[in-house]
């Protein structure tokens, strides 16, 4: 089982340079979602999905940007990377509801540094 | 969604149980209490949730006072596998309205199983 697969594991950047993390999921589930988690805190979110042509914004959105195009694939943007955007980036999805396994699945996370 | 207090750390002996507590004073009645780990850097992983009552899974026990206020999570026999960082969730969860479930992550019980 593939799970959640995040690409790439490891990044590093120059400020001001963009790219795409990649996050792609085979359970069929509706919601996807992308978080941050810097050095000694818990996850933020960034932004979230409820299914395919439909995004919005979490906690902490500026500076990146969100589509969902299909239902397996949520791409992260970061249109003009900063220093200030250092950090692990976690993708999960989930299947709606409050019932058994409607529970979030993560991907092992892409490590980025912007120098 | 309702703020979570838990223990900056614990430590636990390997084989004896392991019972995290978690204060959600604040939760109301269609709120969810959820609980996560994360071993190492790798991505959080599920291990239980509940409403009102308590709850056993494979994993871990959950329970949850008669107020609703505070809950404890227990692993009945810890292993060294076990140490990570756990963290108490409380969250809305709309059924069948588009809203995704989203996840409030504090900086949880970082949990030391010791030989």
Not at chain 1, 51 to 67: F, K, L
Not at chain 2, 13 to 23: D, I, K, M, V
Not at chain 2, 59 to 66: N, P
Not at chain 2, 75 to 99: E, K, S
Request: proline share 5%; hydrophobic share 30%; glycine share 8%.
């Amino acid at each position: 089982n593939a799970g959640v697969t995040q690409t790439p594991k490891f990044q590093v950047l120059k400020t001001g340079q963009s790219m795409t993390l990649q996050c792609a999921q085979d359970m069929n589930h509706e919601y996807m979602s992308w978080y941050r988690q810097d050095p000694g805190m818990g996850l933020r979110l960034i932004h979230y999905s409820v299914g395919a042509g439909i995004t919005d914004q979490g906690e902490v959105p500026n500076g990146y940007n969100v589509s969902r195009s299909t239902t397996e694939d949520f791409p992260l943007r970061l249109l003009s990377a900063a220093p200030s955007q250092t950090s692990v980036y976690f993708c999960a999805s989930s299947k709606p509801g409050t019932g058994a396994n409607t529970e979030a699945f993560f991907g092992q996370g892409t490590r980025l540094t912007v120098v | 969604d309702a703020k979570t207090t838990q223990p900056p750390s614990m430590d636990c002996a390997e084989g004896r149980a392991a019972n995290l507590p978690c204060n959600h004073s604040t939760i109301s009645g269609n709120e969810y209490v959820y609980w996560y780990r994360q071993i190492h850097s790798q991505g959080p992983q599920y291990i239980i949730h509940g409403l009102k009552n308590n709850e056993t899974n494979e994993m871990a026990s959950l329970i949850i006072t008669e107020d609703r206020k505070s809950s404890t999570l227990i692993l009945p026999h810890a292993t060294l596998r076990d140490t990570a960082v756990y963290y108490c969730i409380v969250r809305v969860v709309f059924i069948n309205t588009g809203t995704a479930s989203k996840l409030t992550f504090g900086t949880g019980t970082r949990l030391q199983v010791t030989l």
